[in-house]
């Protein structure tokens, strides 16, 4: 018994690392679609374009997302505003949208 347990917190362990990798390829996606809109003016069809592709919807599948148009309509108004995923993670990035709200509701 002590050897299944073992085994299943392994492979546990496992998926959530795969997860975690996968889930850093969209990150970079991402980055790549942000860096094509400022260049060229067309990330959110490039980010759209990959995320229907078979190949992106099987990364965002292994990276624990559901590949559907609403996932791909959040994605492409991500890539629209602009913000890279490293500073759209950052807390004084998340810090300044909380104060930008509260602002714009006072």
Do not use: H
């Amino acid at each position: 018994m002590k050897d299944f347990v073992d085994g299943t917190a392994f492979n546990n362990e496992q998926g959530n690392r795969a997860r975690k990798l996968f889930a850093a390829v969209v990150l970079a996606a991402l980055d790549d679609a942000i860096a094509d809109d400022k260049k060229y003016g067309n990330g959110p069809e490039q980010i759209a374009r990959w995320a229907r592709s078979r190949d992106g919807r099987e990364v965002l599948s292994c990276a624990g997302i559901d590949p559907n148009e609403r996932v791909v309509a959040g994605l492409m108004e991500f890539v629209g505003k602009g913000v890279r995923t490293s500073v759209a993670l950052s807390r004084e990035e998340s810090e300044r949208r909380n104060a930008a709200q509260q602002a714009e509701a006072a």
